[in-house]
């Protein structure tokens, strides 16, 4: 349809069809709207459908990391890990589009490229790389926290002769590596799932690595059929205690085959040095785990990642490589936690070299490999594990038009503005799903997802019957917001001077150092959420 043209205006516009797109489109229509979902895939899944690289998995329980929303669903799915891989996760997806036909109101292969709100008609026109113009009276930012991969700019790296992947983005079809000799650079969680699967295949595989992480094992495992049975009997307990906790998961399943849910209790800083070195030696990196001050002190934290650097030297047989792999110089927890499966025993093998980039950083990318100033180093294919502009850059990707055709992207400049995440001043009707400034990327996403639509759903319902046409967040309500969101965050290892996360947009050149999501915890923030419904959605300019 050309700009302009006359189609039938929407009630919603939702952009995305991963699990926020997905659940959106549903609770939507279940409210007799009419409602379509536009994604730039070939299908559902989101998250799942691009990132197909090997070891790609959940690091949410199972049973967790899904859908509430419809009790058969919950009862006739059955998951086969503790911690489900990315195809399994895949499939649960294109099985809910399936049960609930959502592909109908769904165009794929559809990039959103402008959005503008129009004050005269109060409707937002949604213009797609095709050109076409959509307008709806909401628009539903459904484009993911992880959707924009990352890939750093390199001298030379258009040179490389051989294929080039990025985990974010991953073929369809899979990758071969049998028998061919294989770069990756990166060692966030991409990395950390994928390397010990790459090195098994591949004939070599050469690590650059800039800086090392903390990363705990998985102990994932087959999921009893009994468990499984217990956990689909006990889900509205489960349900409840994931909305009401910190980060909407009860750990439901780690006790099961995987690692127990160990509550930290004690204080490392009331230990010896010999009882700490003891306990690594019984129980190597899950020793940390009892530990609260870890996560609140500095100095406690430095002596967990003192026996962290322990067990490293312990697994590691060379002693040259575990120093390399020995994280230094910023806390533990600072960052996005990271397990693992088998990822350190990976460096003891004959065909993985480790190149610590600390010693020597990458000068260009050439027709061969790398070149770095260690040397050069040769290889068929490279593969970039080196994450996302995470939160807002899927947001930024868009030509997003407010009030006054003020872009979003100006708006932000200076880091992400929010009134709980969920709206910007100056963008009525337009909602961001699990946006900066709500728990998000620190939770469980399916429960946040879940919450946020729930919210969204009940405000266009409570528009409706009350005649307003539009909603917005107010100026000082977004200001207080902003404040509450670093109040909570100040003092914790997430906003340590040292650490360098993408939660602080410190993986990419140029973005302001801003922590993005709410860590008050999922259970609070709900709380506020549907307090300020209840108080007439107090922060919020409603106009008939
Ligand atoms: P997404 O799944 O990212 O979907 C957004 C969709 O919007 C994408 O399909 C994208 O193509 C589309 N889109 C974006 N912009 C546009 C546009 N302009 N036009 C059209 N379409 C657009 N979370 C957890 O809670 N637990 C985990 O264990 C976990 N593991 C993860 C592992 C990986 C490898 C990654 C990358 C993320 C992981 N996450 C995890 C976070 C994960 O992103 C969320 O759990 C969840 O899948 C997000 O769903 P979503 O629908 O909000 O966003
Ligand atoms: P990431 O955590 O941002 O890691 C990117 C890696 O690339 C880092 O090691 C980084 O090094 C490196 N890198 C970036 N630019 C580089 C450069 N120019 N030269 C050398 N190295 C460079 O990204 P990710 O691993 O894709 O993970 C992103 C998030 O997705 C995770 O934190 C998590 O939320 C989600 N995820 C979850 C799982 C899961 O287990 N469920 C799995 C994958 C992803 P520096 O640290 O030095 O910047």
Not at 296 to 318: F, H, K, P, S, W
């Amino acid at each position: 349809m050309a700009e302009g043209s006359s189609e039938n205006t929407l009630d919603v516009v939702i952009v995305g069809a991963g699990f926020a797109g997905m659940y959106a489109l549903h609770s939507f229509r279940g409210m007799g709207l009419q409602a379509k979902v536009l994604e730039a895939g070939n299908d559902v899944g989101g998250t799942w459908y691009w990132n197909r690289y090997p070891g790609a998995r959940c690091d949410v329980p199972s049973v967790e990391y899904s859908y509430s929303f419809d009790k058969d669903l919950e009862q006739e799915w059955n998951w086969t890990e503790i911690m489900a891989a990315q195809p399994e996760i895949l499939e649960y997806a294109g099985h809910v589009a399936d049960r609930f036909d959502l592909r109908k109101d769904m165009q794929f292969q559809t990039r959103v490229t402008r959005t503008i709100f129009d004050e005269s008609s109060n409707l937002w026109q949604v213009v797609t790389d095709a050109g076409k113009t959509l307008r709806a009276r909401f628009c539903v930012m459904a484009t993911g926290c992880l959707s924009v991969p990352n890939t750093p700019t390199i001298a030379g790296q258009d040179s490389f002769a051989g294929a080039v992947y990025h985990t974010g983005n991953w073929p369809e079809a899979g990758v071969d590596f049998s028998g061919l000799k294989v770069g990756i650079i990166g060692t966030g969680s991409s990395g950390i799932q994928s390397i010990p699967v790459i090195a098994e295949q591949a004939a070599h595989l050469t690590v650059f690595q800039r800086t090392p992480n903390y990363t705990m094992p998985a102990a994932n495992a087959p999921l009893k059929p009994e468990f499984l049975q217990q956990a689909k009997e006990n889900y509205p307990n489960i349900r409840a205690e994931q909305r009401a906790s910190q980060v909407g998961i009860v750990g439901y399943g780690f006790g099961f085959g995987g690692a127990e849910n160990v509550e930290p209790t004690e204080e490392i800083r009331n230990t010896t040095e010999e009882e700490r070195q003891r306990l690594v030696e019984e129980e190597g990196f899950l020793a940390i785990r009892r530990y609260a001050d870890v996560s609140v002190d500095e100095a406690a934290n430095e002596l967990a990642c003192d026996m962290y650097r322990t067990q490293v030297g312990r697994v590691i047989q060379d002693p040259e490589t575990a120093d390399a792999l020995m994280p230094r110089d910023y806390p533990m927890g600072c960052k996005r936690p990271v397990i693992d499966t088998n990822y350190y025993e990976t460096f003891n093998r004959a065909n993985v070299t480790l190149v610590d980039l600390r010693k020597g950083g990458i000068d260009r990318i050439t027709a061969q490999g790398v070149s770095t100033a260690q040397g050069e180093h040769a290889f068929d294919v490279l593969v970039y594990a080196t994450g996302f502009d995470a939160m807002t850059g899927a947001l930024g990707k868009i030509d997003i038009r407010g009030r006054q055709d003020v872009a979003l992207t100006d708006y932000w400049e200076a880091g992400p503005r929010t009134y709980l995440g969920l709206q910007v001043a100056g963008f009525p009707n337009l909602f961001t799903v699990t946006g900066p400034g709500s728990p998000s990327v620190l939770s469980n996403m399916i429960v946040s997802i879940e919450q946020h639509i729930d919210w969204i759903a009940q405000c266009i319902a409570d528009l409706d019957q009350r005649g307003a046409k539009t909603i917005e967040a107010t100026s000082a309500a977004e200001d207080a917001w902003i404040a509450h969101v670093n109040e909570v965050a100040e003092n914790t290892m997430f906003t340590a001077q040292s650490c360098n996360s993408w939660y602080l947009g410190a993986n990419i050149p140029g973005k302001p150092r801003i922590f993005m999501p709410y860590v008050g915890g999922v259970g609070v923030y709900r709380e506020k959420c549907d307090e300020v419904a209840k108080n007439d959605y107090k922060g919020f300019l409603l106009q008939a």
